[in-house]
């Protein structure tokens, strides 16, 4: 599974982050403004998992919806 979180180290990033750790997600980060722009987004935190791009309201419902240590939900 292939996890990009695009970043402004905002608090909802930063959540993000932690409950992606939390739950044992190995992911890769993306941070800056011009990132998220550059890739058409206009909010963030986007997490990106396998192609399939979701808000931070999407993406805590995804990571919520994972038992401890199961990196392959979705």
């Not at 959540?15 to 550059?38: D, H, P, S, W, Y």
Request: charged share 20%; net charge neutral.
């Amino acid at each position: 599974m292939n996890v990009t979180i695009y970043s402004t180290h905002c608090p909802q990033c930063n959540m993000l982050e932690r409950m992606l750790t939390a739950k044992n997600v190995q992911f890769n980060t993306v941070v800056g403004k011009e990132a998220i722009i550059e890739r058409g987004y206009k909010t963030a935190p986007i997490l990106d998992v396998d192609g399939k791009i979701m808000s931070f309201a999407e993406a805590v419902r995804w990571v919520n919806s994972m038992k401890a240590g199961d990196s392959d939900a979705g």
